[in-house]
């Protein structure tokens, strides 16, 4: 029997990060046993915003050159109440995003047994989505600048940046992984009525694109109606791509129709594979519940099913998958869905889940 070993980069980061991130350690831990011939190297990065304020920086400045080395970057999440936001997500999240090209975000959301959507008569199954999001460029450029600094006349510019490249690979993309889901069916979000350059060239390079994927059935849609799309009509959607501040918003969204943020995961995704792509719910740092014990880890460990899916290990990605559906359904459920479960609680299950489904298959043969 050949062992098949991967390295993974954990950066817990701030605030609930860090226990999310702890409780998928062992998570994985649970795989090594019940999938003997896969194991997980994992080396943890103390990064984030206590580093921040010893360092002056999120990460050191060599920081992309240490993960390179890695075959995936399992991420907690930023943000502190006492540096300001654009610095902790810049200098660590977007840093990783930006620098490895990882132009892809992927974000599932699904109804999971036991948690209930806030849309009334939305069952498991009602509501499986996947939001492509694009996570290189659009909103996100870091173009813009601020002049007359404190004078009346100051002036702060922030420029999207759409590039027919950066476009065209994400829409791809979206293609692709519509074409592979059962409905082959994307939504194209956009917002070319009021955005009359960057968007209606994304437009058109969707129409474009489509051409090469004539049995996925697509449509295109405003995303200030798309939002009332999700709520009054979730069954009428299945994949959807969107620039990169629009998805950000509509996976919110979409984490609060499927119970809570703390069950959402999301990948963002090196296709290339030229460098380690990364891996995190879609949450973050939640300071009011730091240290309290009552994160919901499902959204992290959902990310490590993506991880591994991404690593091609499917038989573990779909053990934890199988897993989580079995703890939600069994009612560990912490208090953003509606529980009183703790962290510990829900980690433990599903680890159990995890192992006990190693021993039935080995009773069943
Ligand atoms: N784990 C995700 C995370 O930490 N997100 C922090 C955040 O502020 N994200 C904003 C964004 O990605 O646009």
């Known amino acids: 029997m050949t062992k098949r070993s991967y390295t993974i980069a954990a950066i817990p980061a701030d605030g609930i990060g860090i226990e999310v991130i702890d409780a998928t350690i062992e998570v994985l831990e649970a795989l090594q046993q019940r999938f003997p011939d896969v194991s997980?190297?994992?080396e943890k990065f103390d990064w984030g915003s206590d580093y921040y304020k010893k360092h002056g920086r999120m990460m050191p400045a060599d920081g992309l050159d240490t993960l390179k080395r890695f075959d995936a970057i399992l991420f907690g999440a930023v943000g502190a109440p006492d540096v300001p936001?654009?610095?902790?997500?810049?200098?660590?999240?977007?840093e990783i995003c930006q620098g490895f090209d990882q132009y892809a975000n992927v974000r599932p959301s699904r109804v999971l047994p036991?948690?209930?959507?806030?849309?009334?008569?939305?069952?498991p199954g009602d509501l499986d989505w996947v939001i492509v999001r694009e996570n290189t460029e659009g909103e996100y450029s870091g173009h813009g600048g601020r002049a007359?600094?404190?004078?009346?006349?100051?002036?702060?510019?922030?420029v999207s940046i759409f590039t027919r490249a950066g476009?065209?690979?994400?829409?791809?993309?979206?293609?692709?992984?519509?074409?592979?889901?059962?409905?082959?069916?994307?939504?194209?979000?956009t917002k070319s009525n009021a955005q009359r350059h960057g968007m209606v060239m994304w437009d058109e390079i969707a129409a474009?694109?489509?051409?090469?994927?004539?049995?996925?059935?697509?449509?295109?849609?405003l995303v200030d109606a798309m939002t009332a799309r999700m709520v009054l009509n979730p069954k009428s959607l299945d994949t959807m791509v969107a620039t990169n501040l629009h998805a950000d918003?509509?996976?919110?969204?979409?984490?609060a129709l499927t119970g809570s943020l703390g069950v959402a995961p999301t990948a963002n995704i090196d296709p290339e594979r030229r460098y380690p792509s990364m891996f995190e719910p879609i949450h973050?740092?939640?300071?009011?519940?730091?240290g309290k014990g009552i994160a919901n880890p499902i959204a992290s460990f959902w990310t490590a099913a993506q991880m591994l899916t991404h690593l091609g290990e499917t038989s573990a990605a779909d053990a934890i998958r199988s897993a989580i559906a079995e703890t939600t359904g069994a009612g560990y459920l912490t208090p953003d869905v509606g529980g009183t479960a703790r962290t510990r609680d829900v980690t433990d299950a599903v680890t159990r889940a995890i192992l006990d489904s190693g021993a039935q298959r080995k009773s069943t043969g």
Do not use: Q
Request: charged share 25%; net charge positive.
């Open 40 to 42: 997980y190297s994992v």
């Open 85 to 94: 936001d654009h610095i902790t997500l810049w200098g660590l999240r977007l």
């Open 148 to 158: 007359h600094k404190g004078h009346p006349e100051e002036v702060g510019t922030e």
């Open 284 to 290: 973050g740092s939640a300071f009011d519940i730091t």
């Open 114 to 123: 036991g948690i209930s959507s806030p849309l009334k008569n939305c069952k």
């Open 249 to 255: 918003i509509l996976s919110d969204l979409a984490g």
């Open 167 to 189: 476009v065209t690979r994400i829409m791809r993309y979206a293609f692709e992984l519509a074409r592979s889901r059962p409905r082959k069916l994307l939504t194209v979000v």
């Open 208 to 221: 474009e694109v489509a051409k090469d994927y004539p049995d996925v059935t697509w449509d295109k849609m």
